[in-house]
């Protein structure tokens, strides 16, 4: 049933006493299937980077959320939210939308049993899964902590995730840790973090290969800055391969600082401008520069243009 004819319909059971064919069950299963669409449609709009209309549906899943009272679909559509708003660029969002969840959770805890009963679509359930929600919200509070470098909270944070019965989610958290531990030159937590990726079971994603080899990459980078470039090249190919262009465009730049560390001045410029042009050609970004893009044109010294194939104001 689409949107509209089942916004029709509850009108109709509203006004007249009792709908003839309309049980209880029937009126549940539209319900969930409002959940379900809500929440597939947030996914095909942030899959083509349409952030706003995915930020809607995935409001729209965690009311339906809500007013079911239903923990995991709650903490399902919120970690999707998050997620979005990160993807937008808009960390400190994305942050709030965690602590909406976690205050939203923490209220409803001791309920897992009673909303597990004619859960809506997708949503996790139990304690071992619950728990695995409340680690996912860490990742993405890591990922929006470092995004605003608040490097003491994305740590922290990313402890967190790497606890995860989850072990995707852990091993990504495991990732945010290594990233932190980059910035703040502490190539122990740096080595940890590489280890546990390496010692991941097989098969490995193209995501989990791609996050090892930007840590490898980090972690060559002073010592031996060729090895640094090869493995930000890999780190390169592999965020193409999954479509994560932002972690591509950071890949770029590592190898650009790579690059420039073994001497190549002039290839250090050109994959600056890459990664810059590549964050400029994001949607949603014609009318404002990402400032990141900006900051990589002018460490390049490059007069080229952030979106050259921008379209202008046609002539009559």
Known sequence: MKKTSLIVALLLCTVLSGCSGATKDETVQDQDLAYQ?????????????RYSVAERSYREATRLALRRDDVGAISDAAYNLAVTQLAADHASDALQTVQNARSA??????GEAHAATGGL???????????AGASALSLVAAASAF???DLGTAAREARIATQS??????????????????RQSDTTTLMAAIGTLQAAKPPQSAVQKGDLAELQACYSLNSNPQKAMSHAADAVSLRRETGDYRAMARAL????????????GSRANELLVQAAQSLGARAGTDTKADPLAAQYMREAGSLARIQPFKAGETTP
Do not use: C, K, Y
């Open 165 to 182: 019965p989850d072990t995707d989610v852990a091993l990504r958290g495991a990732f945010v840790s290594g990233l932190v531990a980059a």
């Open 253 to 264: 730049a590592l190898e650009a600082q790579a690059a420039r560390q073994a001497g190549q």
């Open 37 to 49: 669409q809500s929440m597939d449609a947030g996914r095909q709009a942030l899959a083509i980077e």
């Open 105 to 110: 959770l923490a209220m409803r805890q001791g």
């Open 121 to 131: 679509p997708q949503s996790s359930h139990g304690a071992g899964t619950v728990e």
């Open 147 to 149: 995004r605003l470098n």
